[in-house]
């Protein structure tokens, strides 16, 4: 027996729901309708809290990281004015590294990696933005924090050599073995640039 369709505002909002990452239609009407069954203590203030965000959020000038000013508060934070640039590809990547605490400096959001096939170029990214900063801040490191995707390898060779001419230190994470990872449950690449990373030990 088909189950009884929802009012139309209903289905438009699982419809809604359904299109952001993870959430599938059969999540998204699961998700609906918990929203639906708590309606004053999570829907309204998740509502009141959306519309705050969509009104307020705005892109750093900068960096490129998500705030709520034209500058975010990692780029008028002097303390962090340390001479090192990392750049990622993604706003999600620089929030990851700024829960793990690891770094210090400042970031530069690229928007994405080069991508011929989908006529992605350097200008279709924020990579002029980045080579302006780095002559204007007086910048001695560029760490190249980009996945370790064709993609996002190319991207990273790009930056490299068009940095190449001024001498500064170019750097790349690490790639191989995670913290408590077993040999026998990693793949042949994450095995490769493990042994090609080695060092001391």
């Not at 809290?49 to 500058?71: F, H, K």
């Not at 200008?123 to 001695?140: H, K, Q, S, V, Y």
């Not at 001419?165 to 077993?182: D, F, H, K, N, R």
Request: charged residues 20%; negative net charge; contains cysteine.
């Amino acid at each position: 027996m088909p189950q009884p369709e929802a009012p139309q505002q209903i289905e438009s909002l699982i419809d809604l729901m359904a299109r952001l990452p993870g959430l599938g239609p059969r999540s998204a009407r699961r998700a609906v309708l918990t929203l639906l069954k708590k309606r004053g203590t999570l829907m309204a203030p998740l509502a009141q809290a959306m519309a705050q965000v969509a009104t307020t959020a705005r892109d750093c000038r900068l960096c490129g990281n998500i705030g709520t000013a034209d500058l975010c508060p990692i780029c008028t934070d002097d303390r962090r004015a340390t001479g090192e640039i990392c750049v990622v590809e993604d706003v999600a990547d620089l929030w990851a590294l700024e829960r793990a605490g690891v770094f210090k400096g400042r970031y530069h959001v690229l928007g994405g990696t080069l991508s011929p096939l989908d006529a992605v170029g350097p200008d279709e990214l924020r990579i002029p933005a980045l080579l302006a900063r780095i002559r204007d801040e007086g910048t001695r490191e560029v760490i190249l924090a980009l996945n370790a995707t064709v993609d996002g390898q190319t991207t990273a060779h790009y930056i490299a050599d068009a940095l190449g001419p001024t001498g500064i230190t170019i750097t790349s994470l690490a790639q191989g073995v995670p913290i408590g990872g077993e040999l026998d449950y990693l793949d042949d690449g994450t095995l490769g640039a493990a042994l090609r990373a080695r060092k001391s030990f």
